[in-house]
Nanobody, 116 residues
Framework: QVQLVESGGGLVQPGGSLSVSCVAS????????MAWYRQAPGNQRELVAT???????KYANSVKGRFTISRDNGKKTVYLQMSSLKPEDTAVYYC??????????WGQGTQVTVSS
């Protein structure tokens, strides 16, 4: 059974830092591309960061230089370290796994709120 379980969301003040994690099970994690998306109320889900099975990373312009995506294949976990957070980063953050054959899996999401 495939599962992606996010954790680590919460409330943080503007300018603060927060890290979210996504633990995978039920598939060969190391061969998958992993990504973080986010969705704010009233907005479409948007791609935040991607890490390929090679370790190559890509970021949305809005988070470049502030967010870092990483993965630990031994722990089957992908991380998103967020710093210099802004109120506009407030959203539900979702983990996504993409297989080499383009099968997609999604986690249930974790809420990140940036507010004073």
């Amino acid at each position: 059974q495939v599962q992606l379980v996010e954790s680590g969301g919460g409330l943080v003040q503007p300018g603060g830092s927060l890290s979210v994690s996504c633990v995978a099970s039920g598939f060969t994690f190391s061969s998958y591309t992993m990504a973080w998306y986010r969705q704010a109320p009233g907005n479409q889900r948007e791609l935040v960061a991607t890490i390929y099975n090679t370790g190559t990373t890509k970021y949305a312009n809005s988070v470049k230089g502030r967010f870092t995506i990483s993965r630990d294949n031994g722990k089957k976990t992908v991380y998103l370290q967020m710093s210099s957070l802004k109120p506009e980063d407030t959203a539900v953050y979702y983990c996504k796994g993409i297989s080499p054959t383009r099968v997609l899996y999604w986690g249930q999401g974790t809420q990140v709120t940036v507010s004073s």
